[in-house]
C-alpha cells in the first residue's frame, strides 16, 4: 500500500474516530454533572455490574524506578471496589449520617484531554483516558484540590456507555485532604 493509498484510508476513518471521542466526551461530561449534582444513584447506573474501581496510592521512588510509582491491583490501593461496595457507599452517604459528607460537599469537576486508547475495531468497547481536576468546598473553609489521570475501560450495553474498569491515579503521594469520600 502506497503512502498515499494508507492516507486516503487513514482519512476515511477519521469521521468514525471523532465521533466515537465525541460519543466519550459527552458520556464524561454527563457523569461529571451527575457527580456535582450529587445525583449518586444516576451516576451507578453508568457503570458495569462488573465493574473494577481501583486507585492505586502513588509512592516517591528513584527515576528509575518509575515503573513502581504506583501500586498495583491486589496491593494496598485507596480504593479496590467493585458496584456493590459503591451502592453501599453511595446509600450511607444518603443516610445523612456519614459525619464526612454532613452537611454535603459541594463539587465542581473538570474533565479534560480525553483520549481513545484503542483503534476502535470493537464497536461496543472502547479504551479511555482522561485528566481531571476536582475541587471541594465543605463548611466555611474546608477545601480539597483532586488532580490526576483516570484510564477506562468502558462498555456499550442497551445502547448507552457503562464504565467497566476505571484506574484512577491522583497526582499526588500524601493525601492532603481530610478523607475521600467522593467519586471520581
Keep these: 500500500m502506497s503512502a498515499v ?4 484510508a487513514a482519512a476515511a476513518a477519521l469521521p468514525a474516530q471523532i465521533l466515537r471521542w465525541w460519543e466519550i ?3 464524561y461530561n ?16 453508568l457503570l458495569d455490574p462488573g465493574i473494577l474501581y481501583l486507585m492505586p496510592i502513588a ?16 496491593q494496598t490501593c485507596w480504593f479496590d471496589e467493585g458496584y456493590e461496595t459503591l451502592a453501599k457507599r453511595v ?5 445523612g449520617m456519614h459525619w464526612i459528607e454532613e452537611p454535603a460537599s459541594r463539587f465542581s469537576r473538570v474533565v479534560a484531554n480525553v483520549r481513545i486508547l484503542d483503534d476502535g475495531s470493537h464497536p461496543d468497547e472502547c479504551e479511555a483516558e482522561s485528566r481531571f481536576l476536582v ?3 465543605r463548611l466555611e473553609d474546608q477545601v480539597a484540590l483532586f488532580a490526576g489521570s483516570r484510564r477506562d475501560i468502558l462498555r456499550r450495553t442497551d445502547g448507552q456507555w457503562r464504565v467497566a474498569r476505571r484506574e484512577i491515579r491522583l497526582a499526588q503521594s500524601t493525601l492532603l485532604a481530610k478523607a475521600l469520600a467522593l467519586f471520581f
Excluded: M
Design 59 to 74: 509512592r516517591n521512588v528513584r527515576r528509575d524506578q518509575l515503573k513502581n510509582e504506583y501500586t498495583r491491583e491486589g
Design 5 to 8: 493509498e494508507t492516507s486516503t
Design 135 to 137: 475541587y471541594q468546598n
Design 91 to 95: 446509600a450511607q452517604i444518603k443516610t
Design 25 to 27: 466526551q459527552q458520556f
Design 30 to 45: 454527563h457523569e461529571a454533572a451527575l457527580l456535582d449534582e450529587r445525583r449518586y444513584e444516576e451516576w451507578l447506573q
